[in-house]
């Protein structure tokens, strides 16, 4: 039976009034040593609810697997949950958008291209069912029906922005209740007749997605849905950032009267996003609409919480809103946290990325035209694609159908130019200097798209290379993951560096090396802590790369912006001698970088 329910204007739980007040917070984006912390903050702002989506493409990152520990250990989130007497919202997708990487439909499923994703196609049903089929067994026990904190499970996720296949939603609600759910099911779409309507399931309720004009929207649900409780179940009150744009801001007062309008009204509300926190590793997805747009790392999102999990303004604002309308627990609001006093961190050692691509990845030879980094059985990262260039003198590199999704050309080791999908560009002229030159195009996956009909598209060369039209064929692909497993490794310091624990520092160190020589390199420094706390990662004079402390993968940096800090939790560091490892791929004017006390996430909109 289900714990919650509705009746003609509201929910019920366990058959009393019941308003749910809640915030979005997604274990995947936190540290796990941190959830305890963040979930009692979400209770002390006053909410009784939390709501977190389940990344699909995580935690199956191979069909008939189930990845559940480390960040993705979601039993564990659900039992800290209910600890602090927190209800959740769970949304399993299989569709999560949420800025992440393929909105969260896994790579191998995505790479083959016959599938209709996200319809009653039998193939991605089968997919989705044998995936539920490992995914809800460990999480019965924390349904609300077996006396967890779990009361209602969102079915698909907005699809009414997505196509129209009621057959699939059906079979998802179906997937859902075969396989145990017993708790109540919602929808979730843009408030407008369209998208509820393609969105919506009989007998599901169904709920809106909106930011601001709180009673037109309202309006739009109630018309939908003539009865039953208004939810607002991502009430936006930040926003997140692309590279290259304005850092999104929300003013706290006006988000604070849109939920006040928001809990006057009656309705139910889940705060998109209560705590945003990071898009560590290569997590982070991409827009594309007109142009292709990768999100940054930081997803502190304008948050009631920042990304390193202290009460911003909106906290506060929230906190006296919330108090109008139900209890507020009368305990002090949280504090900051206490931050790492600020240091430099000398980068001393330096590996040439060119000079060692096969002790770092076995390279794949291909005779004729390159391979996708898709058929190089590669989730995220880098391709290296080698080759050897029969002719000598002026022309252009075409790329056919571009690259997936930024392509750094070197020859002879020389940068001659780079080309980004984002720009559309396919072609770079360059001047051969003698016949047998190597050509190298080291390939960066960006982010997948995580909206949208361009899902699952595919990253690396794309097609053929030619040389003032002639075809550069036999190539050497070296699949440079770096770390896509880092999220299913074990989350504290001494986690191995796997990461880039093949870079052999150590040995191939060569003198000449020095830290500010470009062309991507990983370097290598060191820095003491005596007590772990959190700090921020400034890298001012580096380009364009990826950190990792202690072997956890901190994320992309890239001097483009708006973000120019890179947020490490306490937990990655430890007490005593600390490792810093970069790939930077273009050059840097500093041999140094800085752990400062204040985050930098850049510009915003003036
Ligand atoms: C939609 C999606 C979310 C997220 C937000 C924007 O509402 O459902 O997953 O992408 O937009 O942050």
Same mark, same amino acid.
């Given at each position: ?44 702002? =006053? ?132 396989? =145990? ?11 407008? #007749?369209?998208?509820?309507?393609? =969105? ?45 744009? #304005?850092?999104?801001?929300?003013? /706290? ?46 997803? %502190? ?27 507020? #627990?009368?305990?002090?609001?949280? +504090? ?32 004729? %035209? &390159? ?22 003198? +002026? ?11 930024? /392509? ?8 001659? =130019? ?16 003698? *016949? ?34 002639? +075809? ?11 770390? +896509? ?29 020095? &830290? ?15 007590? &772990?706390? %959190? ?51 273009? *050059? ?19």
């Amino acid at each position: 039976m289900s714990a919650l329910s509705t009746s003609s204007d509201g929910f019920r739980l366990h058959g009393e009034p019941f308003r749910i007040i809640s915030g979005a917070m997604h274990y995947f984006r936190i540290h796990p040593d941190q959830w305890a912390d963040r979930l009692r903050k979400a209770r002390l702002m =006053g909410l009784n609810t939390v709501e977190t989506y389940v990344p699909w493409n995580l935690h199956q990152p191979e069909p008939g697997t189930l990845v559940l520990d480390g960040f993705l250990d979601l039993p564990r989130y659900l039992r800290l949950a209910e600890s602090e007497g927190l209800h959740v919202l769970l949304r399993p997708g299989p569709y999560i958008c949420a800025e992440w990487d393929g909105g969260g439909l896994p790579s191998w499923l995505t790479t083959d291209t016959d599938i209709r994703l996200r319809t009653s196609d039998p193939r991605f049903t089968d997919a989705l069912d044998r995936y539920l089929d490992l995914l809800l067994p460990p999480l019965l026990p924390h349904l609300a029906a077996s006396g967890g904190p779990v009361i209602a499970v969102q079915v698909e996720n907005e699809y009414g922005a997505y196509g129209d296949d009621t057959a699939y939603l059906e079979h998802l609600a179906r997937s859902l209740r075969t396989r =145990g759910v017993e708790e109540l099911l919602f929808t979730c779409d843009q408030a407008d #007749p369209e998208h509820l309507a393609a =969105g919506s399931l009989p007998g599901v309720l169904t709920t809106g997605t909106f930011g601001s004009r709180i009673t037109e929207s309202l309006a739009q649900l109630r018309a939908h849905q003539p009865e039953g409780p208004l939810m607002c179940a991502e009430f936006w009150i930040g926003w997140f950032d692309h590279w290259g744009e #304005p850092h999104h801001v929300r003013d /706290a007062a006006d988000a604070a009267a849109d939920l006040d309008r928001l809990l006057s009204a009656g309705a139910s509300v889940n705060i998109y996003m209560f705590h945003g926190g990071t898009n560590f590793g290569f997590t982070n997805g991409a827009n594309h609409d007109h142009a292709y747009e990768p999100i940054v790392t930081s997803y %502190d999102y304008d948050a009631a919480l920042t990304e390193s999990g202290d009460p911003g303004p909106k906290y506060h604002a929230f906190r006296e809103v919330i108090a109008r309308h139900a209890p507020v #627990p009368d305990e002090p609001a949280p +504090a900051p946290s206490r931050k790492l006093p600020p240091t430099a961190v000398e980068l001393t050692r330096r590996v040439s990325l060119l000079a060692h691509a096969s002790v770092l990845a076995k390279p794949v030879r291909v005779d004729a %035209d &390159p391979v996708t980094m898709e058929e190089l059985g590669l989730r995220a990262g880098y391709a290296l694609y080698r080759t050897t260039v029969p002719v000598s003198g +002026a022309g252009v590199l075409r790329f056919a159908g571009g690259v997936g999704d930024r /392509a750094q050309v070197f020859v002879d080791g020389a940068p001659v =130019g780079v080309l980004e999908r984002e720009r559309h560009e396919e072609a770079l002229p360059v001047r051969l200097p003698r *016949a047998g030159a190597t050509l190298d195009v080291l390939v960066e996956n960006m982010g997948g798209v995580n909206y949208g009909p361009r899902i699952g598209s595919r990253k690396g060369l794309l097609g053929p290379v030619t040389f003032d039209g002639t +075809a550069l064929h036999g190539w050497d692909c070296h699949p440079l993951a770096m770390d +896509a497993d880092a999220m299913d490794a074990d989350a504290d310091a001494d986690a191995d560096a796997d990461a880039v624990g093949s870079v052999p520092f150590a040995s191939a160190q060569s003198p000449a090396e020095s &830290p500010v020589d470009a062309g991507p390199a990983f370097h290598h420094g060191t820095f003491e802590v005596r007590t &772990p706390a %959190d700090t921020f990662l400034s890298l001012p004079g580096w380009t364009k790369g990826q950190a990792w402390i202690n072997g956890f993968h901190l994320g992309r940096y890239w001097n483009r912006g708006p973000q120019r800090t890179l947020y490490v939790p306490a937990p990655v560091l430890r007490p005593g001698t600390n490792e810093l490892v970069l790939l930077e791929l273009q *050059a840097t004017t500093e041999p140094r970088v800085h752990l400062t006390d204040t985050p930098d996430l850049g510009p915003v909109k003036p």
